[in-house]
């Protein structure tokens, strides 16, 4: 018999908590999950699983509204309708659907759920308020997965229908005719295309001086160019949106990032506030431990275990958007299974550097490892030179069939070793065209090897291929 409840207790079902649970079980290890909230947390209901079924099904839109290009491969539709409250439904139906899934797979697996909020107390024991009072768990492990939620910067007031974030927005309760878009990360991309391909008109507002700074500098000029200047979108960088006031008319105090004047007052149908993410870390009980949070992330090394003064807390482990390190759900998952590995005895560290991010526009945006100027700056470091390689969708085959050629591929890899650093994709599809290039960086191979790897023709995965041929 274990001096324990539990081998494992895991806070926090989103998918970080439910990758963890599912790879504890295939272990062996006796395990609970406690979860406060909706099961499957912000991806399933609040993020990438609606998101995407707006952008589903407002893409068909776009598609069937784009009569030249249709007419150009000889097909004319009749005009496009759509419901917006249906389109709505699909998402929300959705989320039920998987939401359920992710539930019913917990259940079938022997997990226990517990429903409540879950608080470290001490070592290896967990307090949960749950409706029936609180309940003390002890465990071997514990690990910590309580994922992040919306930055609202100073200023900004929510009132969630004519002021909201991504939060509000996924249920997509209304469609305003002019939305100011606040931010130019992967949410504000991701809703300008939902918006634009139904028809309503954006302000998209940026700090920063280009418009998608964290991507390539290569990636963010064409997707500025297809993404956002051919579109109904009006675009502000280098100010910060320092007040919004909700109402009819929204208002919104748009401030120079250099001169700290304020430089215009918007006034708009509605404003979605997408500007980062902050974790979920107050009332976790961490003091308890005496883990100090770093700007609200919880400190971890490489195998998820949790760290206080640089030291490992032994048996307390993090994994997700908690800990800070990638915000995206299969990072998450990712992580939890590694956490697992090691609480089993298995020596296993997370690589970033092969996990893929993709942005599911309109076309899509896709990157894996370094960005162009991240590589040059490991070459400086490391005394290496850097060698890069482009292709266009509009030379592939498969991509001009369908008449969709806006796109490049980039490679970013060693000159020396020809070591794969980076790929970076726009274009059609772009999301799934990345995994090949993330499975190769995985295993750190040289574009002279993957050169030599044969391609389906004719199929998108040539783009990828040519880029190869041409570095190696
Ligand atoms: C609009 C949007 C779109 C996105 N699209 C994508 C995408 O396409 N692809 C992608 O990879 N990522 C996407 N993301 C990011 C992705 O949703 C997150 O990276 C992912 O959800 C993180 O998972 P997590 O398990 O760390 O945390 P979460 O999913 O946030 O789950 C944490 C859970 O813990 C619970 N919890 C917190 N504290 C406690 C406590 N003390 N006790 C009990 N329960 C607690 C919460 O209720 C929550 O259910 C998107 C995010 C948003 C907002
Ligand atoms: N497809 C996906 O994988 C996907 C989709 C959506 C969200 N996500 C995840 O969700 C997280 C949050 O996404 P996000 O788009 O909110 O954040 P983000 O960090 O990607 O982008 C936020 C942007 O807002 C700008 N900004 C911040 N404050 C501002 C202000 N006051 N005025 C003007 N601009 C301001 C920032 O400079 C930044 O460019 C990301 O970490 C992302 O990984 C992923």
Redesign the pocket.
């Known amino acids: 018999m274990s001096q324990f409840d539990y081998d494992l207790v895991i806070i926090g079902a989103g998918v970080g908590g439910h990758g963890a649970a599912l790879h504890a079980v295939k272990m062996g290890l006796k395990t609970a999950i406690v979860e406060a909230g909706d099961m499957g947390g912000t991806c399933v209901n609040r993020?990438?699983i609606p998101?995407k079924a707006l952008l589903a099904a407002s893409g068909k839109v776009r598609e069937l509204a784009d009569t030249s290009h249709l007419q150009d491969m000889g097909v004319s539709v009749g005009g496009v309708t759509f419901d917006r409250s249906a389109i709505a439904s699909h998402a929300n139906d959705l989320v039920s659907k998987i939401r359920g899934d992710l539930t019913n797979s917990l259940k079938r697996l022997k997990v226990d759920t517990i429903r409540g909020w879950g608080k470290v107390v001490a070592p290896q024991k967990v307090a949960v308020e749950t409706e029936s009072g609180e309940k003390i768990i002890t465990a071997k492990d514990i690990m910590l997965c309580p994922g992040?939620v919306?930055?609202v910067?100073r200023g900004?007031e929510i009132d969630g229908k004519t002021v909201y974030t991504?939060d509000h927005a996924v249920r997509l309760e209304s469609l305003p005719q002019w939305i100011a878009v606040?931010?130019?990360?992967?949410?504000?991309?991701?809703f300008a295309d939902v918006y634009t391909a139904l028809g309503s008109e954006i302000t998209m507002?940026?700090?920063?001086d280009k418009l998608?700074?964290?991507f390539d500098p290569d990636i963010a000029k064409i997707a500025e160019k297809v993404l956002i200047n051919s579109r109904d979108i009006e675009t502000y960088t280098g100010?910060?949106?320092?007040k919004v006031i909700p109402g009819t008319p929204v208002m919104i105090e748009l401030t120079d990032a250099k001169t700290k004047e304020v430089v215009e007052v918007l006034e708009v149908d509605a404003c979605l506030v997408?500007?980062?993410?902050i974790p979920a870390t107050e009332n976790l009980g961490l003091e308890n431990l005496g883990v100090e949070t770093e700007r609200g992330f919880i400190p971890v090394n490489d195998k998820m275990q949790v760290l206080k003064d640089g030291q490992v807390v032994p048996h307390l482990w993090a994994v997700g958007?908690a800990n800070g390190k990638?915000?995206?759900?299969h990072a998450a998952s990712g992580q939890g299974i590694v956490a697992v590995e090691n609480m089993c005895g298995n020596d296993k560290t997370i690589d970033y550097r092969s996990i893929p991010?993709?942005?599911?526009t309109h076309p899509e945006i896709s990157y894996v490892g370094l960005s162009e100027p991240q590589a040059k700056e490991l070459g400086k470091n490391e005394g290496f030179e850097v060698g890069t390689a482009k292709t266009y969708f509009k030379a592939n085959s498969k991509a001009l069939a369908e008449k969709e050629t806006d796109g490049i591929a980039k490679v970013i890899y060693r000159k020396d070793t020809g070591e794969l650093l980076g790929v970076h994709i726009i274009g059609i599809h772009a999301s799934d065209l990345i995994q090949e290039a993330a499975n190769a960086i995985a295993s750190r191979q040289s574009v002279h090897e993957l050169a030599f790897n044969v391609h389906a023709h004719p199929t998108l995965s040539e783009v990828l291929d040519e880029a190869y041929k041409r570095a190696g």
């Open positions: 993020g990438c998101s992040s919306p930055f910067p900004v991504s606040i931010g130019s990360g992967y949410i504000g991309l991701e507002i940026e700090a920063m998608m700074p964290t100010v910060f949106a320092t997408a500007t980062g993410r958007d990638m915000m995206l759900a991010a993709a942005a599911f």
